[in-house]
């Protein structure tokens, strides 16, 4: 199954959150890779505590190099081991699949999808479907050359066939109206899909939506310290911002998920382990979100409303 | 397929990669051939017993690049690695880049095709300490690698999944196995020879022999039926650890363990394509590691897990029809 | 107890090549292009004229019982001005004017497709690039460009951005170059309407590897002598692509060979030179050469650009 990540605006948490639920579904027993094709700027080394690969990997044979032919295989790094916050700072856990990250390059920048490098995704993309249950593709912020490549790999392969795509956005009007703009707008997803072959109504099936940052005006209550007046005034706020999803295609039925707010992610981005929940740092909630996400991913109920 | 031999002041060195192929059932032997046409117009060699297995003929890389050491020493080396794949029971795919790292005549760097002449043979200029070679491409954790071949025998996996013979519908998905091996050749003065072998945290298995055997293809194939059986047992573990048999979850269980015995249990056959001479560093090994010994219990663990399964299931039918008599 | 003495055979199919039977030397009585061909008679005659001498002192080098023969390459892959039926007759009676003997007429054609086998696409995947210093395996090889080259192009973009590519000039380097650069950049094919388009010094250096008897499909060699002795047809392909035209010829293949040929033909011709340093012979074929030369007593080259000669010249 491949896994792409996408959203229109930057600071959504998109990676933050992909490399957590990545993290969570490798706990569940699946092998897990996760690509960074987020070329602007190349961060799941940090998310993932892969110090060396803070803003994408040195040794000159990331994705991006990979893609435009420079190197004849892309580097990898195997998390269980390589990280160097926990999980990275024990063994695999029992019953736990393989979680490896294939980094982009520092200093990467974009690139162009010229056919040989389609080739070469595909090619990739077909190797490690073999041998990954799940493969995460995290695209940057907005329309890219890499979501094109993405779009025009999957149309065209047919043996990458179990494709799904992540729209992050977090739970305010601009970036609500942004993500339904990057789905189904001129020159979104759904457009740029039926124009590289894909079919517009199976590509729609296979799209959903995940909020970031939600605040939940009933449980945060106690945690934001909000007075009652603040409190209703989000709840008129929330049910306004569910109006407009609605209309604009991200009502309940396209979301598969709904990620609150946690202090972890606010002020770092990084993996969030069952140890944080129990030393209370984290938050149980943004734990239970990631995994039943993760869990969600081929779980038909979630896929089938549309 | 012309082979370096071994002789002293030389050492080969290789990786290899082992993994499933993407396709949902066994390649007939036909498909196989097409499928390792590696080099076109040049012959796959193939074998129908004691189980299918296949070899491609092999294809050429040059470098011009520092040898591998342990501490760091630079000395130069000119000449090719070669690659090949093969394929074993249809379905499990193994490719292996190798070289076989000999003194030059001379001090400096030769016209390309003399290096041509020696396929699988890089000549190194200068004074190489075979040992300090040897342990920093297969013994030690932060070796000088210098030589990328583990690459190409990546990539060439990727070149073969992408076949249009597959149709990507794995019924497993399995990580690639990775191994690299350093081989010395000593002089028979009745030492057992060295052998080392180091497991990788990130899993990469590293092995080192130094051993009286003039043929450095019947050493390979030892090490690749070795990296075999090792990335069957390690596969088909994680597969029971992640079945949690026991746990009550039937769906689960059969969902991981039942293509395993579909596809895979009945590949394990040690030594099948090792030459006789070597069974016994093929055992010693086995005494080591408990290959058999882990496989065989493996094996127990999944067969009874199976039986006790059909028992419930058994007796649940059982008690429902009594239920409704 | 002691263990039985087993002979384990482990593949059931080693790869078999065919013998080619091979002469001594296989001597090039020039090559022209179809355009030469058609300034008629009088230009051919000059021609063999041209390198008859040197035609007499290679065949006094090889005295019988060494095997020698001799080859004619047309070319009727870049353009089909001139029909065999008016062609080949004129080139026969030239070359016999001059004391000269054709044996074998080789389709250029013939190296880029061959029945069902392209011997330019099977000498192609043999490549192996020339490595500047510092390949490790983590490059992919050049050639898979369409080119190959003999040195490190230093102005060939490297960075991620190739448009950024704009550092100063540095010179190419001569790959193992000693002290001095000559630096080689090998056209292999192009793509003018979309069909592959094989070069030159490709389809050239697929030809000497032909009279090397060094190729072969599936352990058979691509092409193989056919005699012809009735009329020569108007179009090249109902033409074999390697024609026997006299009787009792020694073999086509050879364990080396020579091409007289006119200065205007050494550029190719290096860029052959070029392209055979990086081509890897079948190592069952080089085996069994090697063993038919020893049973010959043919001291024979390691490499293959060491079994080729050339005589250049304009007439003197």
Not at chain 1, 113 to 131: D, T, Y
Not at chain 1, 234 to 241: I, M
Not at chain 2, 200 to 211: F, N, Y
Not at chain 3, 65 to 81: A, E, G, I, K, N
């Amino acid at each position: 199954m491949l896994v792409i990540a996408t959203s229109d605006k930057g600071g959504t948490g998109r990676s933050v959150t992909t490399c957590n639920v990545a993290y969570r579904r490798a706990i569940q027993g699946d092998d897990v890779c996760y690509l960074d094709f987020d070329f602007g700027s190349p961060t799941a080394g940090a998310i993932f505590g892969v110090e060396r690969m803070t803003h994408g990997t040195q040794a000159e044979d990331g994705l991006h190099r990979y893609l435009q032919g420079k190197t004849v295989t892309p580097g990898y790094v195997d998390i269980w081991s390589e990280s160097r916050r926990p999980p990275g700072t024990g063994p695999r856990p029992t019953g736990a699949g393989n979680l490896v990250l294939y980094p982009g390059d520092l200093g990467g920048g974009e690139f162009t999808a010229k056919p040989e490098v389609i080739e070469r995704c595909a090619e990739l993309l077909l190797l490690l479907q073999s041998q990954f249950s799940v493969i995460f593709i995290d695209l940057s912020a907005g329309r890219s050359h890499a979501a094109e490549m993405i779009l025009t790999v999957t149309a065209r392969e047919k043996r990458i066939s179990d494709t799904r795509w992540l729209v992050f956005h977090r739970w305010t009007r601009q970036h609500i109206s942004a993500a339904a703009d990057l789905v189904f707008e001129e020159r979104g997803l759904l457009e740029f899909g039926h124009l590289f072959g894909h079919d517009r109504d199976e590509l729609r099936r296979r799209i959903r939506f995940v909020r970031t940052a939600v605040i939940d005006p009933k449980i945060d209550q106690g945690l934001l310290g909000l007075r009652p007046e603040q409190e209703a005034w989000l709840r008129q706020v929330d049910k306004g911002l569910n109006e407009q999803a609605n209309i604009a295609g991200l009502g309940r039925t396209s979301v598969i998920a709904t990620v609150p707010v946690d202090p972890v992610l606010q002020w770092r981005e990084q993996l969030i382990t069952d140890e944080d929940v129990y030393a209370e740092i984290a938050n149980e909630t943004t734990v239970d979100a990631f995994a039943t996400l993760a869990a969600n991913l081929d779980e038909p109920a979630a896929w089938s409303r549309l | 397929m012309s082979s370096a031999t071994a002789s002293e002041g030389t050492l080969s060195i290789g990786e290899i990669r082992t993994g499933l192929l993407g396709h949902s059932s066994q390649l007939s032997m036909a498909e196989t051939v097409r499928l390792l046409d590696l080099v076109p117009g040049e012959q796959v060699r193939h074998a129908a017993y004691p189980r299918a297995y296949a070899v491609s003929p092999q294809r050429l890389a040059g470098i011009d690049c520092f040898m591998p050491s342990r501490s760091g020493r630079h000395v130069r080396g000119v000449g090719t690695f070669a690659t090949r794949a093969t394929l074993t029971g249809g379905l499990i795919v193994q490719t292996c880049s190798h070289t076989t790292l000999v003194p030059s005549s001379r001090q400096y760097r030769r016209e390309w095709s003399h290096y041509l002449a020696t396929p699988g043979v890089v000549e190194y200029l200068g004074r190489l300490r075979l040992d300090d070679a040897a342990e920093g491409f297969a013994q030690a954790e932060n070796g000088h690698l210098n030589i990328e071949m583990g690459r190409t025998a990546e990539s060439t996996v990727f070149n073969l999944q992408r076949s249009r013979l597959l149709d990507g519908k794995q019924p497993l998905h399995a990580p690639l196995g990775r191994w690299r091996w350093a081989l010395q050749p000593v002089r028979d003065n009745g030492d057992p020879g060295l052998y080392r072998f180091t497991v990788l945290p990130e899993g990469t298995r590293l092995i080192r022999l130094a051993v009286v055997w003039p043929d450095v293809s019947d050493l390979l194939d030892l090490v690749e039926d070795l990296a075999l059986h090792d990335w069957l047992l390690d596969f088909v573990s994680r597969q029971i650890e992640r079945a949690r048999p026991g746990s009550g979850d039937l769906d689960r269980t059969l969902q991981h363990i039942g293509p395993v015995i579909d596809h895979l249990l009945h590949h394990w056959m040690p030594k099948a394509r090792v030459q006789p001479g070597l069974y016994g560093l093929w055992d010693a090994f086995d005494r080591f590691q408990g290959l058999t010994r882990q496989w065989d219990l493996t094996i127990n663990r999944i067969r009874d897990h199976v039986a006790l399964n059909s028992l419930r299931l058994v007796l649940r039918t059982e008690s429902e029809w009594s239920g409704l008599g | 107890m002691t263990e039985p003495e087993l002979e384990v055979d482990v593949l059931t199919s080693q790869p078999r090549v065919e013998r080619v039977p091979r002469s001594h030397l296989s001597l090039e009585l020039g090559h022209l292009y179809m355009e030469d061909l058609l300034d008629g008679p009088q230009a051919l005659r000059r021609h063999f004229a041209q390198i008859s001498p040197w035609a007499g002192f290679v065949r006094a080098r090889h005295p019988a019982p060494l095997r020698v023969s001799t080859c004619f390459l047309v070319d009727d892959y870049f353009s089909q001005v001139a029909s065999p039926k008016k062609l080949v007759p004129e080139l026969l009676e030239a070359a016999h004017d001059a004391g000269l003997g054709i044996d074998y007429l080789v389709r250029e054609s013939a190296c880029a497709c061959a029945g069902d086998v392209s011997p330019a696409e099977l000498v192609l995947g043999r490549i192996v690039s020339d490595p500047p210093r510092g390949s490790n395996g983590l490059r992919p090889p050049v050639h898979m460009t369409g080119w190959v080259s003999n040195s490190r192009d230093r102005l060939r973009p490297d960075g991620l951005d190739e448009a950024l590519a704009t550092r100063p000039w540095r010179p190419p380097e001569q790959n193992g170059a000693r002290s001095h650069s000559i630096c080689m950049e090998v056209q292999l094919w192009d793509e003018p309407d979309g069909r592959r388009r094989w070069s030159c010094a490709l389809l050239s250096a697929v030809w000497q590897l032909l009279r090397l008897g060094l190729l072969r499909h599936q352990g058979k060699p691509v092409i193989s002598p056919e005699r012809w002795t009735g009329e020569y047809p108007d179009r090249w392909e109902d033409l074999p692509p390697l024609v026997q035209l006299a009787d009792g010829a020694q073999p086509f293949a050879a364990f080396q060979t020579v091409s007289l040929l006119e200065t205007r033909f050494a550029d190719v011709e290096a860029a052959v030179r070029t392209i055979l340093d990086q081509v890897s012979i079948d190592p069952a074929v080089t085996e069994q050469t090697a063993a038919q030369a020893t049973a010959q007593k043919v001291d024979l080259s390691d490499d293959v650009v060491g079994r080729i000669s050339h005589v250049f010249s304009d007439g003197l």
